[in-house]
């Protein structure tokens, strides 16, 4: 992608990579966003206004490539945060439930 942090690609893949082993999409979405993110983070307009059902999106504004990078930078970090609270509370959780089996055998 372009003019992106390491950091950023980690977060992208950590979280794309949560909503493929969900289920919430598929691998071929995901490379859609991909190259859709490739437009976004590159310099120039971006993309063009999304349309839905025939009608421009009300309320959305063009923003300059600092501008998508900053917005997509911070969404993808927001997720990764959440899918890595996540993973530390189930591993709580699972040490939480290994220790009490092991007390209740003893």
Same mark, same amino acid.
């Given at each position: 992608?372009?003019?992106?942090?390491?950091?950023?690609?980690?977060?992208?893949?950590?979280?794309?990579?949560?909503?493929?082993?969900?289920?919430?999409?598929?691998?071929?979405?995901?490379?859609?966003?991909?190259?859709?993110?490739?437009?976004?983070?590159?310099?120039?307009?971006?993309?063009?206004?999304?349309?839905?059902?025939?009608?421009?999106?009300?309320?959305?504004?063009?923003?300059?490539?600092?501008? #998508? /990078?900053? %917005?997509?930078? $911070? *969404?993808?970090?927001?997720?990764?945060?959440?899918?890595?609270?996540?993973?530390?509370?189930?591993? #709580? /959780?699972? %040490?939480?439930? $290994? *220790?009490?089996?092991?007390?209740?055998?003893?």
């Amino acid at each position: 992608m372009a003019r992106v942090s390491k950091q950023f690609a980690d977060d992208f893949s950590l979280v794309t990579s949560r909503w493929v082993s969900r289920g919430e999409h598929t691998q071929g979405e995901i490379d859609q966003l991909r190259a859709a993110l490739r437009v976004e983070l590159s310099p120039g307009p971006g993309l063009p206004c999304p349309v839905i059902n025939g009608e421009p999106v009300k309320g959305w504004l063009p923003r300059d490539q600092e501008q #998508r /990078i900053d %917005a997509y930078t $911070k *969404a993808f970090a927001d997720w990764a945060a959440e899918v890595r609270r996540d993973e530390a509370n189930s591993a #709580r /959780i699972r %040490a939480e439930v $290994k *220790a009490w089996k092991e007390g209740s055998v003893a």
